[in-house]
C-alpha cells in the first residue's frame, strides 16, 4: 500500500517571504505521479503543481516550485513570495501510473500567511 | 472554479434520516469519485466510479449508497448515519487519457449528523 506523509500540521509564513512544505511518502512503485493540491476556506481543492515520477527536473507552476528526491521519497512544495491568498490547506497526493484512478493523500498541512 | 458542482453546500441530518449529496460535471470526464475528509486524517477514497460503472468500495458501510446514472452525475444517498459520519464529502472526476492524470474537486457537503 502507498502512504503519504506530511509532518508538518500547521505553518506559518511572513507576507513575501518564502516558505517550503515537506512531503514523504513509501511505495514499492517506480512509475506514478505527485502532487500538490490546496484547499483555501472556499473549501474546493484545486491543483497547484504535478511531478511524473519519470521526469528527473523539478516542476515549477509561477511562484510554487517542488523538490523531487526520488531515492528519498521525498516531495516538497515551495512557495516564494507568499501572499495573503495563499493561505490555505495543502494537501500532497500520489497517483501510481497507468492503474487507473488511485490517489493517496496525506494528512494536509494548514499554511497561514501573515501580514 | 474547476467545474465540479455539489449541492447542498451544508447539510445537517438526524441518525433516522435519509437524505441525499449531489455532485455533477460536465467536463467530458470519464471518471468520478467520492472522498470523506475529517480533520487530522488523509482523505478516503470511499467510491470511485469510470464510466458509470462502480470500480472501487473502499469498505464503506451500506449506510452510503452511491449512484451514478450517467457520467456526468453522481449521488451519495445517506441513511441512519452515525455521529462520526459527521465530515466534508468531496465529490472529484478525472479525465480520460494518459498524461492528464489528475483530479478536479467540487466544494463539497459539510455533513453534520446529530
Known amino acids: 500500500a502507498q502512504t503519504v506523509t506530511q509532518s508538518q500540521p500547521e505553518m506559518s509564513v511572513q507576507e513575501a517571504e518564502t516558505v517550503t512544505l515537506s512531503c514523504t511518502y513509501d511505495t514499492s512503485e517506480s512509475n506514478y505521479y505527485l502532487f500538490w493540491y490546496k484547499q483555501p476556506p472556499s473549501r474546493q481543492m484545486i491543483l497547484v503543481i504535478r511531478?511524473?515520477?519519470?521526469?528527473?527536473q523539478n516542476a515549477t507552476e509561477n511562484r510554487f516550485s517542488v523538490n523531487f528526491q526520488k531515492a528519498a521519497k521525498s516531495f516538497s512544495l515551495k512557495i516564494s513570495d507568499s501572499q495573503l491568498g495563499d493561505t490555505a490547506m495543502y494537501f500532497c497526493a500520489f497517483m501510481r501510473a497507468f492503474t487507473g484512478n488511485q490517489f493517496y493523500f496525506g494528512t494536509g498541512t494548514s499554511l497561514t500567511v501573515i501580514p | 472554479e474547476t467545474g465540479v458542482t455539489q449541492t447542498p453546500r451544508h447539510l445537517v441530518m438526524g441518525m433516522t434520516n435519509k437524505k441525499s449529496l449531489k455532485c455533477e460535471q460536465h467536463l467530458g470526464h470519464n471518471a468520478m469519485y467520492w472522498y470523506k475528509q475529517s480533520a487530522k486524517k488523509p482523505l478516503e477514497l470511499m467510491f470511485v466510479?469510470?464510466?458509470?460503472?462502480?470500480?472501487e468500495n473502499n469498505s464503506v458501510p451500506s449506510r452510503f449508497s452511491p449512484e451514478c446514472p450517467n457520467s456526468s452525475h453522481l449521488f451519495l444517498h445517506l441513511h441512519t448515519l452515525q455521529p462520526e459520519d459527521s465530515a466534508l464529502y468531496l465529490c472529484?472526476?478525472?479525465?480520460?487519457?494518459?498524461?492528464?492524470?489528475?483530479?478536479?474537486f467540487g466544494s463539497g457537503t459539510q455533513l453534520s449528523v446529530l
Open positions: 472529484a472526476s478525472s479525465p480520460p487519457g494518459l498524461g492528464v492524470e489528475k483530479l478536479f
Open positions: 511531478q511524473e515520477a519519470y521526469k528527473q
Open positions: 466510479y469510470n464510466f458509470k460503472e462502480q470500480t
